[in-house]
């Protein structure tokens, strides 16, 4: 056991410390995502996934986000939230990392946890992110989209054209997906390795646990027991009604309207056809024309026999008659434009 | 000098109901039953699904019930209550978006629990009847988004619905009064939504509520698997009661699958599209994201003409179906650990590939059509 103790690989143990204080403190910022989200502080844009990701694993993410975000012109969201997110995530994570962080070091590595290693942790894996991720972000777009226009220009060929659409789509698909995965994978692997090496330094200087794995299991057991049970319990029942109050209280009656930066697509199917109605619609509008040309039918008979009566009369009435042409009436509401 | 016997301090009134209560059905005991479950190993957040979805089903019954206080299931009246809903009850918006995302998240967990009994090998010996009902409750999560798709009742519900029940009727022998039963009539209508309504308010919470207690009796009459790592020793010390780690993890999975699905209804609240119409328009009909990997896959050219369809809609998932039943009795080696199982490691990597893979297709395919 102690050999597989020394020998644990710097990517082991970044992973084994990354992904427990990942879950460690998501609960707590979820919480206060969803409070700005209520109370309209945050409005991500349509990559959510990748917003929250970079929210909720922000031990690593805390300046790696503002630098992609201004340095490479990548938006993530509007609203004062997103910034407040990140300033109380970072005593979350500090917490997190040293719950951690401990447990770790005693059950893992058998070294005695020393002072102040949340904070420790926490500034070494945010420096590690800030340089790595944005790296990352550039490698990792640029190889997805080369990959995708050299994908596509293969089966723009000729003897391709003839793939069915939903096979060309697939193929591509996992043609360009795969080479944009092993890439992302490959520098995941890379950047949780670096934070292993930084963490593993941190611990060659600690001293080793003596005590045997019975009592080192013990001593890890009763640490993540708090000193003060009973406060700790009226502490987080009293932040969780808090904050379900708040929730609440400033959760919007009606559909909250998307801000400018963050409007969907809107979907929207073709007008719906009612052939009944459309029907009698149609067969109402014939009735009113056919009225229509009863009138103009009507007027011009009556203006025929005005001008024949006129003929009669003599000279001295022509004056009076006017012609049917300009006496023709406006045309019908149901047939204007 | 006298002395006074200690006087043990009155019980309180909460005190005196338990007692009450205790003396009649033995509460304490089955609370120390139920709290005292000793977990192999210790305390996982890996276990917490089934404790989440649990919580996820009380949550859509809780929302669903609020919900029909203000839903007509009528052809007539089904589109109108439901905007009603959107747009003129308070916090209306977000019930109905909530119990939608909810459906999501049940059926997003039921694929995590199932992945992660499969991984850990906990559906071996003795536990083949845990798996079995487990398959059976897969089911009924799939026919809950099923026919709660169609209540809303505008274009979206009324052509997946067409599409989900066209699939079935390429069941060979039964998949003919599956379609006709389900619609009732040549087209989707009133009787329709009449029986989608029953079904998904009345049949599934039912069968849902009584497979889910068997699971439960199963699960705890078997007990916990536990690791598929560690040497003995490691697995004895670490072992510790259900109370209180393993109620905390879930709890906390609790609160973030609760907060993810308001953050989701927030993100993407429910909008509808027009009234149910027999004529599509220029919509292109397409099921749940859950059933798009399906619906895509049967756009291949392979699945093709009538028996392409068939073999596409229904072999082809029948056949996995049957092969996930019959796994407890192929697979009798008891080695639990994945790293030792190469099969079942690349079984499960190569289907959820292929679900995600041609789940994005349909996606891409919808941008082709539009």
């Known amino acids: ?337 | 000098m006298s002395h006074t016997p200690p006087t043990s301090p009155q019980p309180t009134i909460i005190e005196k109901v338990f007692d009450f209560v205790d003396e009649r059905v033995g509460l304490k005991l089955l609370a120390a039953k139920m709290l005292n479950e000793p977990v192999p190993g210790g305390s996982r957040w890996a276990y917490v699904f089934g404790s989440v979805l649990l919580f996820i089903f009380i949550m859509q019954a809780v929302t669903g019930v609020l919900l029909m206080f203000y839903y007509v299931p009528t052809a007539d009246h089904a589109y109108a209550s439901t905007q009603y809903i959107l747009h003129d009850v308070d916090y209306g918006w977000f019930l109905l978006s909530y119990h939608f995302w909810g459906s999501t998240a049940m059926v997003v967990c039921v694929f995590a629990h199932m992945s992660q009994v499969f991984l850990w090998g906990a559906y071996k010996k003795p536990r083949e009847l845990i798996w079995l009902v487990g398959l059976a409750l897969f089911g009924i999560v799939m026919g809950f988004g099923f026919t709660g798709y169609l209540l809303p009742w505008d274009q979206r519900a009324y052509w997946a619905t067409t599409v989900g029940v066209e699939i079935m009727d390429k069941t060979p022998l039964v998949g003919d009064f599956m379609a006709r039963f389900l619609k009732g009539g040549a087209t989707p209508g009133q009787m329709t939504l009449s029986r989608f309504f029953v079904i998904h308010v009345m049949v599934l919470p039912a069968a849902l509520m009584g497979l889910a207690g068997l699971h439960l009796f199963l699960f705890r009459s078997a007990g916990p698997a536990g690791p598929f790592r560690g040497t003995p020793e490691e697995l004895k010390v670490k072992t510790d009661y259900f109370f209180p780690r393993q109620i905390w993890k879930d709890i906390v999975g609790m609160a973030v699958v609760f907060a993810c699905i308001c953050a989701l209804a927030f993100w993407e609240p429910v909008v509808l599209l027009e009234e149910a119409t027999p004529d599509p328009g220029d919509y292109h009909p397409e099921p749940e994201w859950y059933f798009l990997f399906l619906f895509q896959l049967l756009r291949l050219k392979m699945f093709s003409g009538e028996f392409g369809q068939f073999l596409g809609a229904m072999a082809v998932p029948g056949a996995f179906m049957a092969l996930l039943a019959a796994l407890p009795f192929i697979d009798r080696d008891p080695e639990r650990n994945i790293f030792k199982r190469p099969i079942a490691l690349i079984g499960w990597v190569v289907v959820m590939a292929a679900i995600l893979i041609f789940t994005v297709s349909a996606i891409i395919n919808r941008e082709f059509l539009d």
């Open chain 1, 1 to 337: 056991m102690s050999n597989e103790r020394e020998s644990m690989s710097p990517t082991q143990i970044g992973l084994g410390i990354l992904w427990p204080a990942f879950w460690t403190g998501l609960a707590f910022k979820l919480a206060f995502v969803l409070l700005f989200l209520a109370l309209g502080m945050v409005h991500f844009e349509t990559r959510i996934g990748l917003a929250f990701l970079m929210l909720l694993a922000s031990p690593v993410t805390v300046f790696a986000l503002p630098t992609i975000t201004l340095g490479l012109e990548s938006h993530l969201g509007e609203g004062a939230g997103i910034a407040l997110l990140f300033l109380l995530a970072i005593p979350i994570d500090i917490w997190s990392l040293g719950v951690v962080g401990r447990t770790f070091f005693l059950e893992r590595l058998r070294r005695e946890p020393p002072e102040g290693l949340g904070l420790t942790l926490w500034w070494k894996c945010a420096l590690v992110g800030a340089i790595f991720l944005p790296i990352l972000w550039i490698v990792v777009s640029a190889t997805t989209q080369g990959a995708m226009s050299v994908v596509h220009s293969i089966f723009e060929m000729d003897f391709l054209k003839g793939i069915p659409v939903a096979e060309r789509i697939t193929i591509e698909l996992v043609l360009w997906g795969s080479a944009a995965t092993a890439v992302l994978l490959l520098l995941l692997v890379i950047g949780v390795w670096l934070v292993g090496r930084v963490i593993r330094g941190t611990a060659e200087s600690a001293p080793q646990a003596l005590e045997n794995y019975q009592g080192l299991i013990t001593r890890w057991d009763l640490m993540r027991v708090p000193a003060d049970q009973g406060l700790m319990l009226t502490g987080l029942t009293g932040g969780a009604v808090v904050l379900a109050l708040l929730f609440w209280s400033s959760l919007p009656v009606f559909t909250p309207h998307p801000h400018e930066c963050c409007k969907k697509p809107e979907v929207k199917a073709a007008p719906v056809f009612k052939p009944l109605e459309t029907l009698n619609k149609d067969e109402k509008m014939l009735a009113q024309l056919a009225a229509q040309v009863e009138l103009l039918e009507k007027q011009q008979a009556e203006a025929e026999m005005e001008k024949e009566k006129g003929k009669g009369k003599g000279k001295a009435g022509k004056a009076a008659v006017k012609a049917p042409a300009e006496t023709a009436p406006a045309p019908p509401a149901a047939v204007k434009p």
